[in-house]
C-alpha cells in the first residue's frame, strides 16, 4: 500500500470522525437513523459503481 493510497485513506477517516458525532446527535430516532444511513448507503454505492466504470 503506497502512500497515494495511505493519504486518501487517512483524510476520509478524519472526515468520518469530524461527521459522525453530529450525525449521531441529529438522528436520535432509530427510523430516521436508518432512512439516513440507507440514503448515505445509495449514495456511496452508486458512486462506487459509477468509479469503476470510469476507471
Do not use: D, R
Request: proline share 4%; net charge positive.
Amino acid at each position: 500500500m503506497g502512500l497515494e493510497e495511505i493519504i486518501p485513506a487517512i483524510g476520509l477517516i478524519l472526515v468520518l470522525i469530524l461527521i459522525l458525532p453530529s450525525f449521531i446527535k441529529s438522528n436520535l430516532k432509530k427510523k430516521a437513523f436508518f432512512k439516513n444511513l440507507g440514503i448515505w448507503g445509495m449514495i456511496v454505492l452508486f458512486l462506487m459503481i459509477i468509479l469503476y466504470f470510469i476507471f
